[in-house]
């Protein structure tokens, strides 16, 4: 599986974007998908978790409320909808592939974007 993560960019606080991970290669819909994120001088944390049927997912406490997370299995996509943006949510975001049901920690993915960058400005 090949990911490519996009809609990265500069928003002031308060703002929104949309991220979009678009998958290619192996059967995409098998996959249970994930976002993560790391800031400068920071390790890489968890954001969020579809299942690959799009039923469950999971967010990170900082986000809840905030964030969602959706898929599109006929374009092969999963999707970050962030509002409500805050400067410490700058952070380049990565989304990644798993065939693992619950997967939280990023050594529980095995394909991974190239991350796409977020700045907040306050």
């Known amino acids: 599986v090949q990911l490519q993560a996009s809609g990265g960019g500069l928003v002031q606080a308060g703002g929104s974007l949309r991220l979009s991970c678009a998958a290619s290669?192996?059967?995409?819909?098998?996959?249970?998908m994930g976002w993560f994120r790391q800031a400068p001088g920071k390790e890489r944390e968890f954001v969020s978790f579809?299942?690959?049927?799009?039923?469950?997912?999971y967010y990170a406490d900082s986000v809840k409320g905030r964030f969602t997370i959706s898929r599109d299995s006929a374009k092969n996509t999963v999707y970050l909808q962030m509002n409500t943006l805050k400067p410490e949510d700058t952070a380049v975001y990565y989304c990644?592939?798993?065939?693992?049901?619950?997967?939280?920690?990023?050594?529980?993915?095995?394909?991974w974007g190239q991350g796409t960058q977020v700045t907040v400005s306050s």
């Open positions: 579809i299942r690959w049927s799009g039923g469950t997912t």
């Open positions: 990644a592939a798993t065939g693992i049901w619950y997967a939280v920690t990023s050594d529980r993915y095995d394909y």
């Open positions: 290669g192996r059967t995409f819909n098998g996959y249970n």
